[in-house]
């Protein structure tokens, strides 16, 4: 099984390199009883997130960002609280202690965990407010945030917040312009998606610098780890093109179990 995870063997060159048939690769390859979880004891931050294979099913990862272990996973169709509260449970139940938890900034994540200081992911949210500002962004305020936000993962708490809090006293009173629709006579605001960026950005401000209230925890900034880790496992995956949605999770059992074992601690 490691050949064809980390060896990169195609079931074919493991068949030839064995002299046996694809059938028989293929039984060995996925009759495979996997344990998901490592038992481990100790304390841990929490890197939490979900990548997809189109629209068949997604894969939601907790991983601890000290060890790289991956402590629990699940197979979801959709990225939902509920999933998220399940797998910090368990490890909340089987004697983890969470120092910190690292996430994309799920809506309602960071209340369903109070106890835990939460890291809401910079790489998301400065990709959450170009889906808002587009790459190239025409309104003088837009540029200017654009340009703010491009310093978000190179800067300190105070100088981000001071030149976003005197970007919004700059422009305040045009991201808040709104207008009287004259068929339905209800206001809205003219520069929405502007404003949309403005609050979200607003909104996260207080969990975008976990990192740096917490300096002493040595927090990381992103969830670049399990990115990494996704990006490892999918390129494993796809050297294995066909295989059916049971044998795409019974390979990414095996992965992560292997992936574990070998992981330097």
Not at 40 to 53: A, E, K, M, N, S
Not at 161 to 176: A, G, H, P, V
Not at 237 to 259: A, D, M, P, Q
Request: with cysteine; hydrophobic share 35%.
């Amino acid at each position: 099984m490691l050949e064809s995870i980390f060896g990169k063997q195609t079931i074919r060159e493991l068949a030839n390199k064995y002299k046996v048939s694809e059938k028989t690769i293929r039984r060995k390859l996925f009759l495979v009883n996997n344990p998901r979880i490592v038992p481990l004891r100790q304390p841990v931050v929490v890197c939490i997130d979900t990548t997809y294979w189109r629209r068949t099913f997604g894969l939601l990862v907790v991983q601890d960002y000290i060890t790289r272990k991956i402590l629990w996973y699940d197979y979801v169709k959709y990225e939902k609280l509920e999933a998220y509260k399940r797998g910090i449970q368990w490890i909340e139940n089987n004697g983890f202690t969470i120092v910190a938890i690292v996430c994309d900034g799920l809506k309602g994540l960071t209340s369903a965990f109070p106890s835990s200081p939460i890291q809401l992911c910079i790489f998301h949210q400065k990709a959450a407010i170009k889906r808002y500002l587009t790459n190239n962004p025409k309104l003088a305020p837009a540029i200017e945030l654009k340009s703010i936000i491009s310093t978000f993962t190179d800067t300190d708490k105070e100088s981000f917040t001071e030149l976003f809090d005197e970007w919004y006293d700059r422009w305040k009173y045009f991201i808040n312009e709104r207008k009287i629709d004259t068929e339905t006579g209800e206001k809205y605001y003219v520069h929405k998606r502007l404003r949309s960026a403005y609050l979200s950005l607003k909104r996260n401000m207080p969990y975008s610098w976990i990192w740096y209230d917490y300096s002493e925890l040595n927090l990381p900034k992103t969830n670049n780890t399990l990115e990494s880790f996704f990006s490892h496992l999918k390129r494993n995956l796809n050297l294995h093109n066909g295989l059916s949605k049971e044998h795409k999770k019974t390979f990414i059992n095996e992965y992560i179990r292997n992936k574990n074992l070998i992981q330097k601690a």
